[in-house]
């Protein structure tokens, strides 16, 4: 596959990066992050140096929406002070408590979750000792807060000294929410355009490596972010593409709140597929929703639609999106019954 689809470099230009089938009789285009899963280091690189040198090609006039997307994914890698006046990078494990005074701003906030507490006064007239007092509030806040993800059992032995193995998973947890949420609103935001989803997933590949070195692997981000999407009813109205917002209290509680258990977490995801279609974008036409609700994996939503519109939906449908049909999608995605299902009544296999 490898030599027939990487060395064809005009036909990762024409398709935006995208890898043809290598199978002479089918057209459909794979997206270049479920390709990676199968491709090894070398082809990987030899990939990202094609498409890098194409955006560079792409740019003698003006820099392009995949290199604007490129730098903004590699932007929000960087851990910074969650104050969004400051927005200073800051050293992810420095020498001391996991609550973090930032010298650039005063503001305190955990190394962990990156929850902030309390601004600088602007004020020049308040008194210097209402100040001390409010930054004193601030400073305890943050250090309760961060012994709250201690993994002593005891409230006693729970300290703001974190172990470097738990603040590395936190930091980690907290830029794939932040990723996440940004690459959800790349695909739906007017400024991205039509080829939105094309252009991202473009630019998540030239990312790949520095995901790697994160420990994110890119295509969990890309299904989340899809999965985000259904289930937050994102539309092109939600507006500009967004930077981290400074954490108060509301968002502390939401923290705590996916702290939970993974099996609760799977039991209401579960609980929300079964319910009904509402998971799914209503203003997508069925062929649409299909694809969506089988690339996030809810296979009950996709037999719902299915059912709906039996009569009228074409289940050769290819995505703009995905670049697959529904039973290719289905089988890239391990869901094989469905695929079966699918091919039962009438869908083909290329």
């Known amino acids: 596959m490898v030599d027939t689809v990487l060395s064809q470099v005009y036909k990762l230009r024409r398709n935006k990066g995208k890898i043809e089938c290598p199978s002479p009789d089918c057209q459909d285009c794979i997206n270049q992050l479920i390709a990676f899963e199968f491709l090894d280091e070398k082809d990987r690189d030899r990939y990202i140096s094609i498409m890098n040198q194409e955006e560079k090609v792409n740019e003698s006039s003006e820099i392009t929406n995949v290199r604007r997307l490129q730098i903004a994914l590699v932007d929000l890698m960087t851990l910074r002070c969650p104050n969004p006046s400051c927005r200073v990078a800051v050293d992810p494990i420095?020498?001391?408590?996991?609550?973090?005074?930032?010298?650039?701003?005063?503001?305190?906030?955990?190394?962990?979750?990156?929850?902030?507490?309390?601004?600088?006064?602007?004020?020049?007239?308040?008194?210097?000792?209402?100040?001390?007092?409010?930054?004193?509030?601030?400073?305890?806040?943050?250090?309760?807060?961060?012994?709250?993800?201690?993994?002593a059992e005891s409230a006693e032995e729970r300290t703001a000294f974190l172990s470097p193995e738990a603040v590395s998973k936190g930091q980690q947890d907290y830029l794939i929410k932040l990723i996440t949420k940004f690459c959800s609103?790349?695909?739906?935001s007017r400024e991205c355009g039509i080829d939105g989803c094309a252009d991202l997933s473009l630019a998540i590949a030239l990312c790949y490596n520095d995901f790697i070195s994160l420990g994110i692997q890119p295509i969990?981000?890309?299904?989340?972010?899809?999965?985000?999407?259904?289930?937050s009813n994102i539309d092109a109205n939600d507006g500009e593409l967004e930077s981290p917002v400074f954490v108060e209290e509301e968002e502390e509680e939401e923290e705590k709140e996916e702290g939970e258990k993974v099996e609760e977490e799977e039991e209401e995801t579960?609980?929300?597929?079964?319910?009904?279609?509402?998971?799914?974008?209503?203003?997508?036409?069925?062929?649409?929703?299909?694809?969506?609700?089988?690339?996030?994996?809810?296979?009950?939503?996709?037999?719902?639609?299915?059912?709906?519109?039996?009569?009228?939906?074409?289940?050769?449908?290819?995505?703009p999106q995905f670049s697959l049909p529904p039973t290719s999608l289905a089988i890239m995605n391990g869901m094989n019954e469905l695929a079966c299902?699918?091919?039962?009544?009438?869908?083909?296999?290329s």
């Open 341 to 349: 299902e699918l091919i039962s009544k009438g869908a083909s296999v």
């Open 270 to 319: 579960t609980h929300k597929n079964e319910s009904n279609l509402s998971n799914i974008s209503a203003t997508l036409d069925p062929e649409s929703q299909l694809s969506m609700a089988i690339s996030t994996l809810n296979e009950v939503a996709a037999r719902q639609i299915l059912q709906a519109f039996a009569d009228s939906i074409n289940l050769d449908y290819v995505s």
């Open 220 to 231: 969990h981000i890309w299904r989340a972010a899809l999965n985000r999407i259904n289930h």
């Open 185 to 188: 609103l790349a695909m739906t």
């Open 94 to 151: 420095p020498d001391a408590c996991s609550a973090i005074l930032c010298l650039n701003c005063g503001c305190y906030y955990c190394n962990l979750c990156f929850a902030g507490f309390g601004l600088p006064s602007t004020n020049a007239m308040e008194p210097k000792i209402d100040a001390n007092e409010r930054n004193t509030e601030n400073r305890a806040a943050a250090h309760t807060h961060v012994a709250t993800h201690s993994a």
